[in-house]
């Protein structure tokens, strides 16, 4: 009998001990445990540790999105994603129609920070390259702007 309960005890010490080890790969078990609370269904996470972040790269809702974590407190930073035109806000996606009718849509991406979400989209024609960032929900700032040779 105290050989059955020394092989259980040493069989769960050797348990509990695998499973709270630390990874060599720097990601947080917090930031990690925040993440499974955040985006409960998500699939296919993958990790990129950075000095200041933790990003995730990650499927929900069968699109792909990125997930900020704060290194020092593992807290949400920013979610962010790809997005067509088509699901911008109307004013903003009226303005690019109007305002910018002789570009193409090279990349459009939403990052939702707390209670704030923001806009950047990239335009190209053939001379030139817009960045645009959306000041609220009804216009469009030049963030960056180049010239093709």
């Given amino acids: 009998m105290k050989k059955q309960i020394l092989a259980l005890v040493m069989m769960l010490t050797v348990a509990f001990t695998s499973a709270f080890a630390a990874k060599d790969d720097g990601i ?6 925040s ?7 998500a699939t ?15 499927t929900f809702n ?6 900020y974590y704060s290194k020092d407190n593992n ?4 979610v962010v994603r790809n997005i067509p035109s088509t699901q911008l806000p109307i004013k903003l996606f009226t303005s ?8 193409w849509i090279t990349s459009l991406f939403e990052i939702a920070k707390q209670d704030e ?8 024609k053939s001379d030139e390259t ?5 000041k609220g929900i009804n216009e469009w700032v030049v963030y960056k702007k180049t010239k093709k040779d």
């Fill in 117 to 124: 979400t923001s806009y950047y989209i990239t335009l190209e």
């Fill in 96 to 103: 690019l129609k109007k305002e910018y009718n002789g570009y």
């Fill in 75 to 78: 807290e949400l930073l920013a």
């Fill in 44 to 58: 296919n996470a993958s990790w990129q540790v950075q000095p200041v972040y933790t990003k995730v790269t990650f």
């Fill in 35 to 41: 993440f499974k609370k955040d985006f409960v269904s």
């Fill in 62 to 67: 069968d699109q792909v999105m990125f997930a």
């Fill in 130 to 134: 817009l960045v645009l960032e959306a």
């Fill in 28 to 33: 947080s078990q917090y930031t990690i445990a």
